[in-house]
Structure formats: structure tokens, C-alpha cells
């Protein structure tokens, strides 16, 4: 069936492309990182035709996703997971226990995000901007004025919601990739505000002194009690969002991304329900902010770049657009590889560009996504 | 008065930068519909190249514009180079999927390349030499210009009247257009639509890789992150004058530098790099097809 | 003013660029009619559509909905939320979403299958009972238009004639009272036309008024009972069937003997 390729087929398909990279690494690398930058290129292109030949470029159903079809088995493995992230706290060193935070974090922001990249396929590049603005609002509200948690919470949540509805009804109406850059705009500027609002957010220094989340009996939280709260977060974050996939509401949004045409036709306000869509996103990750910041007990504009926002992105697509689970266990790899994979910590973000680059390229719907 | 001819020089030249790298937006938007976030990427690599040329030659203190006019080529060979791969490893394979699928792509290239260049040439600042012909300044009456600023402006001038007589007066330039106007059409016309949208890239890199090693100069130093910000503010350049209109990203890219360096010297300094971002909300949500768009976007 | 006129479209035109796309158009429809709307290509009928249904606003005229309410300038899910629905000449559907679920979006904004926060994070009797109904209406409906042994494909897995089909079953859960359908019969094989004839005829007897727009004559003498002729976006002539199929500036301008 395979006929044997010519030698000018295999020299344009495998030499010529790793020549080419060595000569334009080369000058950027040195002689012997490009000619690993070239063999690197090499057997990208073998695994990329091996793929391609055997079942077009874009391949039907994971095997992975094939077993968690059936609907028992999801509920075994979410039962599973739980128990896990309860005992978790109870197992892992200090050291641990921060990444396990860290990873609930990037789950809270992840799943966030999804509600806007996944479910209506609104690209937002400046997510991490509403993450700030909850961070920030704890931060003042409880290193200056000495408000409580509970109630710094919710302010925290209502001002990245508040801000989002502000960025949300002129940019809606742009098209796919002008909103997507309006949002980074809008991030920006949130983030040189930060920097430059020195009354307010004491510029590049940060604030300092946040103090930790207070419960009754409990007391200040830390270690593993803090944790603990997050987790509690995680699961009230997708119990809620789970119940709207269910509901008339996740409907809407599967409806406004499948076609906005015929949604209008049936009723449906496209504008309104993107605009609820975007506060509910912003909501959840100024919730995040909030936790975030009484965490660290310090908040300052550099933990709220551009690259976060990105990461956060890279997140969802990994896991899955639109699929809670999969943005889930995106958040959970983008935080442990990267720890597992400390001796490379040079080569991180180059791994993590490949790494969206050849989602898009083999699996733009993500490890558990839905073929869309 | 002094004060604001000052800026407007200042702005000049820094407009003049922003538009070169706005043209390789422009021309792939408007042959692809993609936003290139990579492109800004293969600005800093030319500044690299630049200096490599710099490194190669042995240019010192004295050194004269036959230096330059190396360096110049060099970084624009190499930006051509890296701008040509990343059209054809990373965008070629998806050009058929969503836009949104590019547009993570594009993102993706972008912060390769950053820490592929990171990797290579270390994270902190590597500084150009400092040349004695490019440090002479005019003073007029209190104003000041260096050769620098002249030669910044006037390369810049040059370059896109070459484009332009490039895209309007030669076939490739026609097929550039066809492309850009109907795909499906220009193929059957017997357009080799692949090696349009190449050759768009490819001079596209080239003009980012000339304004990377110019602003080498103009800077003295060149780092891994210098692509990020300048392609935005580029981008909003290119928004700016209608994106996919070449002569309009080029009016967009000196306005720009005007009203930031003016924003920065009569509003605040602080929030110089914000102006950037207003303007390209602001353009977006009121005219996105430019200051000199005809339709609707 | 109410004299039993569903929706009078008065006096409508629409530039595109220098181009009128209608140019001065009056239709009225009365209660109980099946008006259909027919003339070449590009004589401006899915234009006249997208003006009733606000996808595009008018350039000037009014369009009037049961005597009261004016519909020019408004969002398209306003007019849908007045009873109005349309099919697309292309097709609209949610084509990576089950067949079943297509219809269930469909009645989503009724208020009988409606409910509140708090039925829905908890998922109380009320929400139980609620998507139960639009489950069973969605079947219902797909058993009527002969399609209740595919609710659990991907419409976009559908063949052409039963998406279109389809598309009717979601209108029809949406309880409209004026349905536009654009070109509802093209594409069709002689059975499926069959079976439109027929649904169409049911869809009148509930007392719904059908707006279409067609082309094949034998279809519209079937089941339109008026029939007005657009050309170059103007109307060219009105009146029953029999009367338009001798009409001589009709016959010119579908031959071009002009």
C-alpha cells in the first residue's frame, strides 16, 4: 500500500527542514544546541508524518475519553479524585502542600476562563487582569482598612465582576480575535495601573502584610487548614458550574457558540447571556484573587503579567474546551510538570509554547474535549 | 515650544519603528487574517542578528556606515529566515482550522521564540557599540536631533517607498493583493498561493528585522523581551491605520509614536506604555477598521 | 385597527452600497393565510426576511405586528420573543448538539419550562418536572415532523431534507404564530416534499401563519393561498395562484423576456 518515498521527497520532508533549522538556530545557539535544535525538528517531522498517514490529521476519539464515556465510570473517577484532594493535605510535606495550593489556584482561574474560551469560544488574553483586581481589592480592603475576609470576599468578587461588565459591553460586540485583543489591552492597562497608582496599590513594591482568611474556633488559616478552605472553593466552584451545564442557561451558551444566528431566532439575547458569561468568569477568578493574595500575605503587579494569562489559557485548551474535568486536569499538569521537571527549568516555556503549539496542530479539542 | 518639537522628533522616531514592524501585521493580516503574535518576536531577533553581524565584523567605536548598513542586512536575513520558518512549521499545517486555533498558535510561537532566544543569548541586556557617527547631534536652536534619529527616520522612509513600489508596480506584488482579496479566485488564476503567503512573510520579517537592529542603535541594547511590547504597539499601529492597509499602517505607526511621546511628556511618563493599549481599545471599539478603513470590520 | 391582519409591511426599502435591495415594498398577511413570496434570484425576498426579522434594518417603512407592535429597529430575539420564527435558506442548526437537544434550545425561552436559581442548583421537583415537559414536547415534535427515531444523532449528521425538517420541529417548539420559512421545500426529494405539504397543512390548522418563499411553482399552488411576485426589489404583482400563473409581467420576468 505505501509506496517507497523518492530521495527528493525524503529530502525535502526530512533533511532540508533539519538543515534548515541548524543553519537558522545556529547563529542564535551555538553549534551544538542548534544541532540538537535540528535533530529535535527531525523527529518532530517523523512523529508528524507517522501521525498524518495513519489516520488523517485530525484523529476521531482518544482512548482515554472512550473509557470515560460511560457515565458510571465518570462518577467512580470523580468519587476517586475527590477522596484523593480530600487526603492530599494530610500526606504531602510543606513543600507539596504548596504546589497542591497552587494547583487549586490555577483550577479556580482555569475553570473560570473556560466558562468564555470553552463554552462560548470567547478568547479572553487578559483573564489574570480580574485575578489582580480580586487580589488587589483584598489586599487594600484588609491591610488598610482591616475589613474581614468574608465580606473582603465578596468585594473582591463584585469589583473583578464589576470591571468585567465595564470591559464586557463595548468589546462583546467585536469579532472573534479583536476581542481577544481587547481583552489583552485591558489586562494591560489593569496591570500598568497597578504598577503606576502608587496611592493606592504602593506601585512596583506591592502591599504588604494582607492578612490570612479568619474562621471562628479555627483562627487565622495556614498550611493545611488554608488549603483545606481552597479545596472547599475548588468544589463549590464546579458543583455550581456542573448544575449550569445542566441547566437552561449552559444551553444557551452551547447554542450562542454552535450558531448565533439561529439562537437569536430562538429567543435567546446572544449579547445578554456573553455579558452574564463574562461576569461569572471574571466573578470566579476574582474569588481566586482574593484567596491568592491572603495566601502569599503580599500582592504586587508582577504576578499578573501577561504570560499568566496565557498559562491559564494553555490550561484549558490542554485539558479540554468546554469540559470541566479535562480543564481540570489541564490546571493539575501545567503545575506539576513543570515541577516534575526541574532540572529543565530553562527549557519550561519552551516545552509549554510546543506544547500549544502541537495541541492545535493534533488535538485542538484537548485530552478530554469533545470533538467540536 | 521647545519642549514639544522635541517630542514630536522623539515621537518620529519612534513611530517610525513602530510602523516598520506594523507593516508585517498589516500585510499578514491582510493576506491570512491572522494576528502574527510571533511577529514582534522576529523584530528582537533581528536586533539579535544585528548584533551578531556586529560582533562578526569587529565593529568598534569608530566604525562607519558601511557597519551599519551590514548590521542592517544581517538582522533582516535572519528575521526573513525566522519569519519564513515560523509561517511554515507553525502556521502552514492549521491554516485550514478555526481562527482561534491559529490565533493560540501564533501565541505559542511567540513565547517559543522568545525563550529560544533567551536560552541562547542569556536573559540580560546585550548592549550594541556605541557608534560615533550615529551619536552626533544637530542642535537648532535648543532642539536636538542626532544622526541617530535621522538615519532611523530616513531608512524608515526609504524602506516603505520600496514596499510600496513593490506591492503596486511588480507581479508579486499583484499576487500579494489577489490573495488578499479572494484566495479561492487568485488560485484558479494560476496564483501559487503558498508562495505568496510566504514571500508575505518573509518581507514582512524583513522590515521588523531592519527596525530591530535601528532600534538596537537607537537603544544601545537589545533583550530577549523586547518583541512583546513592541509588537503590541505596533499592532495598535497597524489598527490604528485600517489593519490590512499597508499605507495606512504606516501613518498609523508615526501617529502612534506621536501622540505617546507627547501623552508622555504632557500627561503622564508613567503610563507611556498604556497609551498604547487606550488607543487600541479606543480604535477597536469605535472605528475597527481603522482611522482610514472604508467598511465595516 | 385591528381588522384581522397579522403583520402589514408598509411601504419598506433597503439600499445595499447605491443598490435597493426593496424598493418601496406593501405586503399585508391576514389571520389564517399561507402567503408565499416568489420571484427570481436576487429579487430581494430573503432580504424582505432579514427586515422582518431584524437582521437588517430598513432604510425606511414600517412593519407592524397584529396591528400594535412595530418591528423595524428591533433585536432579532425580540421578534422571536413576539411569536415570530424563521428558517434560514441555508440551514441554522446547532450542528454539534444532538438532534433532541436542537429542539430543547428551541423552548428554552417558554415560560411554562422555565425556573429559578435555586430550582437549578439543586435540581428541586419544579426543575424535574420542567425539563421533563420540553423533553416530552421536544419528542412530540420530532415525532411530528417524522424524525423521532434520530433524537440522539448529531444534526449535523442529518441528511439534507431532514435538517431542514429539523429546523421546523425547533421552530415549531418555540409556539410561534407567524413562521417564515425561506425555501423550505429546495433541496427536498418527492417524499420529503410530500411530508411538508402535509406538515405545513397541520401547521395551519393550529392556526399558525406561514410566510414562505419558494420556487417551485407545482409546491407553492399546493399550499400558499396568496402569492405575492418580487422582481429587482419591488413588488411586481399580487393575488391567488391561478391568477399569477396567467399574470404576463410574471411570465416575463421569470423567462427574461424583457
Known sequence: ?372 | MKIFIQQVINGLTAGSVYALIALGYTMVYGIIELINFAHGEIYMIGAYGGLLVLALVGAHHTSGFGTILLAMTGGMFLSMAYGLSVEKFAYKPIRNSSRLSLLITALGASIFLQNFVMIGQGASDKSYVSLAVLNTAFNIHGVSVTVNQVLIFAVALAVMLLLDLFVNRTMTGWAMKAVSQDPVTAQLVGINVNTVISITFIVGSGLAGVAGVLIGFYYGMVNFSIGYLAGIKAFTAAVLGGIGDIRGAMVGGLLLGLMESLGAAYISPDYKDAFAFIILILILLIKPSGLFGKGQA | MDDGTILSITDISIMFGGLKALDRVTIGIRKGEVLCIIGPNGAGKTTLFNCITGFLRPTSGSIVYRGAVELTGRKPHEIAAHGIYRSFQNLALFTNVSVEDNVMIGGLRRKEFSYSITDMLIHTPVFRAREAALRQEAADLLAFVGLAGKKDRKAGELSYGERKLLELARGLITRPQLLLLDEPAAGLNPTEKTELVRAIGRIREQSINVILIEHDMRFVSDIANWIVVLDYGKKLAEGLPDDIKKNKAVIEAYLGTR
Open chain 1, 1 to 372: 500500500m505505501t509506496s517507497v518515498p523518492s530521495i527528493r521527497t525524503l529530502f525535502t520532508t526530512y533533511v532540508l527542514p533539519a538543515v534548515w533549522t541548524a543553519a537558522i538556530a545556529f547563529p542564535i545557539m551555538g553549534f551544538s544546541r542548534a544541532t540538537a535544535a535540528a535533530l529535535f525538528m527531525l523527529a518532530g517531522i517523523i512523529v508528524f508524518t507517522v501521525i498524518t498517514r495513519r489516520r488523517g490529521l485530525r484523529r476521531p476519539h482518544g482512548l482515554l475519553r472512550a473509557r470515560l464515556e460511560s457515565s458510571r465510570a465518570v462518577r467512580h473517577a470523580w468519587v476517586f479524585v475527590l477522596a484523593a484532594a480530600i487526603a492530599a493535605p494530610l500526606l504531602l510535606n510543606s513543600y507539596s502542600l504548596d504546589v497542591f495550593t497552587s494547583v487549586l489556584f490555577y483550577m479556580m482561574l482555569a475553570l473560570g476562563l473556560n466558562l468564555l474560551v470553552g463554552d462560548l469560544g470567547l478568547l479572553n488574553l487578559g483573564y489574570i487582569a480580574f485575578y489582580g483586581i480580586g487580589a488587589y481589592t483584598y489586599a487594600i480592603l484588609a491591610a488598610r482598612f482591616g475589613i474581614s475576609f468574608w465580606i473582603a470576599l465578596a468585594a473582591g468578587g463584585a469589583a473583578a465582576s464589576v470591571f468585567s461588565l465595564i470591559i464586557a459591553i463595548p468589546t462583546l460586540r467585536l469579532r472573534g480575535d479583536y476581542l481577544a485583543i481587547a481583552t489583552l489591552g485591558f489586562g494591560e492597562i489593569v496591570r500598568i495601573v497597578f504598577n503606576n497608582w502608587d496611592s493606592l496599590t504602593n506601585g512596583p513594591n506591592g502591599i504588604m502584610n494582607v492578612p490570612r482568611p479568619w474562621l471562628p474556633w479555627i483562627g487565622f488559616l495556614s498550611g493545611m487548614s488554608f488549603t483545606y478552605l481552597v479545596l472547599c472553593f475548588v468544589i463549590l466552584q464546579v458543583y455550581v458550574l456542573v448544575r449550569i451545564k445542566q441547566c437552561r442557561f449552559g444551553r444557551y451558551a452551547v447554542a450562542i457558540r454552535e450558531n448565533e444566528r439561529a439562537s437569536a431566532m430562538v429567543g435567546i439575547n446572544t449579547y445578554a447571556v456573553k455579558t452574564v458569561y463574562f461576569m461569572l468568569s471574571a466573578f470566579f477568578g476574582g474569588v481566586a484573587g482574593v484567596l491568592f493574595a491572603s495566601k502569599q500575605m503580599f500582592v504586587s503587579p508582577d504576578s499578573f503579567t501577561f504570560i499568566e494569562s496565557v498559562y491559564v489559557l494553555a490550561m484549558v485548551i490542554l485539558g479540554g474546551m468546554g469540559n470541566i474535568a479535562g480543564v481540570m486536569l489541564g490546571a493539575f499538569t501545567l503545575v506539576v510538570l513543570p515541577e516534575l521537571l526541574r532540572g529543565f527549568v530553562v527549557y519550561r516555556m519552551l516545552i509549554f509554547a510546543l506544547l500549544l503549539i502541537t495541541m492545535m496542530l493534533f488535538r485542538p479539542e484537548g485530552l478530554l474535549g469533545k470533538k467540536a
